[in-house]
């Protein structure tokens, strides 16, 4: 054998070392990125519903309506021409309320809870204000922006 040889005998050697190692690097890469997608959680973008509640001429300042969206009572309330809406399921319980206009005032007629016009709780045994909805306000329309959830009521 020739030095020749021996020389190409050894590049041959490296080439397939190294196309050995190239191979291990990628198999360990590919390998590490699913241990990594397998552990973390899914990232997806949240993604929001939009319901029309009414129209801003219907509620007078200083009242409520009520309305229902996929069965769920919501109140719309004016607030000096701000509008505010809240969900109509008490928070002690889950009776629904009635807003009381002589009284300026959320209801709850199972256990006398009361609610202010803003959702805060003013007497009786719920213990959290009203669920209150992002609201989204378009020239005469009130909307309410809800998240879309897979399980789950959202009020
Ligand atoms: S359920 Fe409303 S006060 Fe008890």
């Not at 509620?59 to 809406?85: M, R, T, Y």
């Not at 006398?112 to 719920?126: A, L, N, R, Y």
Request: overall charge positive; some cysteine.
């Amino acid at each position: 054998m020739t030095i020749d040889n021996k020389e190409k005998l050894s590049r041959k050697e490296f080439f397939k070392k190294f196309s050995f190692l190239g191979l291990g690097i990628l198999a360990v890469g590919i390998f590490l990125k699913n241990i990594f997608l397998f552990i973390s959680p899914e990232k997806k973008e949240k993604t929001y519903h939009k319901y029309l509640v009414g129209k801003k001429s219907e509620i007078q300042s200083g009242n409520a309506k009520e309305i229902a969206i996929q069965g769920k009572p919501v109140f719309v309330i004016n607030l000096d021409g701000k509008f505010k809406v809240f969900s109509g399921v008490c928070t002690h319980l889950g009776c629904i309320i009635k807003w009381e206009e002589n009284k300026n005032r959320f209801f709850c007629p199972c256990h006398q809870g009361v609610f202010d016009p803003s959702g805060k709780v003013v007497s009786g045994p719920p213990p959290t204000p009203l669920t209150e909805f992002d609201v989204l306000e378009e020239g005469n329309l009130v909307y309410i922006q809800v998240e879309d959830k897979k399980k789950g009521s959202w009020t």
